[in-house]
C-alpha cells in the first residue's frame, strides 16, 4: 500500500524557515517523480513544484521558486520542502504526492497533509 | 499560467441524483485535465485523468468529458460517500487547479 507521510509543520514567525519532510512507503520511491501541492485556509489548490525521481531537476511555480527548494533522499524514501521568509500568505496545508508524467502531468497518490501557520 | 474557472463552487444535491460539475480553461489544453476527490478529513484521491480515463478503483459512477477549453465531471447517480469537495487540475507548463465544488446534501 502506497503511503505519503508528511510532518514538520507548525507555527512559524513571519521571515523565518521551516523544513518539510514526507516519508514514502510502498512503492519504489526512487523511481518516481514527486510534488508538493498546498491548499490554502481558503481551499484554494497551488502547485508548488516537483523533482526528478534522481533529484538532478527540480521545477517550481514562478511565485514560489526564489523562497522554496524541493530535495529528496532516496536513501531514506523521504522529499523534502524547505521553506525560508515565510510569509502569512503561506499558511496553508501542504500535500506530498506522487507524480506521473504518463499520460499527463497527474498526481495519482496524496500524504494526509501538513499544516503550517505563519504567524507573529 | 492557464487559469481554470470550476463551476459551481457548491452544489446542493439529493441522494441518487446526477450532477455535473464544469472547468473552463483560459486557453486550449489538449485533454490535459485530471479530477480530485477531497473528503472532509481532508483526503485527496484522483478520480479522472486526462479528462475521461477513470482511476483503478473509482466507480463506474463517476465519468469525465471535455476537449479544448471545456470540461465536465459527472456523477450518474450520488452515493452518500460522493459529498465532497472535487478539484480539477489542469497540466500545460504548470499545473494550475480550479477553485473546488462542494458537492453538499440538499
Known amino acids: 500500500e502506497v503511503q505519503l507521510v508528511e510532518s514538520g509543520g507548525g507555527l512559524v514567525k513571519p521571515g523565518a524557515s521551516l523544513k518539510l519532510s514526507c516519508v514514502a512507503s510502498?512503492?519504489?520511491?526512487?523511481?518516481?517523480?514527486m510534488s508538493w501541492v498546498r491548499q490554502t485556509p481558503g481551499k484554494t489548490m497551488e502547485w508548488i513544484g516537483d523533482?526528478?525521481?534522481?533529484?538532478?531537476?527540480?521545477n517550481y511555480a514562478p511565485s514560489l521558486k526564489n523562497r522554496f527548494t524541493i530535495s529528496r533522499d532516496n536513501a531514506k524514501s523521504t522529499l523534502y520542502l524547505q521553506m525560508s521568509n515565510v510569509r502569512s500568505e503561506d499558511t496553508a496545508t501542504y500535500y506530498c504526492?506522487?507524480?506521473?508524467?504518463?499520460?499527463?502531468?497527474?498526481?495519482?497518490?496524496w500524504g494526509q497533509g501538513v499544516m503550517v501557520t505563519v504567524s507573529s | 499560467d492557464i487559469q481554470m474557472t470550476q463551476t459551481p463552487s457548491s452544489m446542493p444535491a439529493s441522494l441518487g441524483e446526477r450532477v455535473t460539475i464544469s472547468c473552463r480553461a483560459s486557453?486550449?489544453?489538449?485533454?490535459?485535465l485530471n479530477w480530485y476527490q477531497q473528503k472532509p478529513d481532508g483526503t485527496i484521491k484522483p478520480l479522472i485523468y486526462y479528462t475521461s480515463n477513470l482511476q483503478s478503483g473509482v466507480p463506474s459512477r463517476f465519468s469525465g468529458s471535455g476537449s479544448g477549453t471545456d470540461y465536465s465531471l459527472t456523477i450518474s447517480s450520488l452515493e452518500p460517500e460522493d459529498f465532497a469537495m472535487y478539484y480539477c487540475q489542469q497540466y500545460d507548463s504548470s499545473p494550475t487547479f480550479g477553485g473546488g465544488t462542494k458537492l453538499e446534501l440538499k
Open positions: 504526492t506522487r507524480a506521473l508524467w504518463v499520460p499527463l502531468y497527474y498526481f495519482d497518490y
Open positions: 486557453q486550449g489544453i489538449s485533454n490535459y
Open positions: 510502498g512503492f519504489t520511491f526512487s523511481d518516481y517523480w
Open positions: 523533482i526528478k525521481y534522481d533529484g538532478s531537476y527540480t
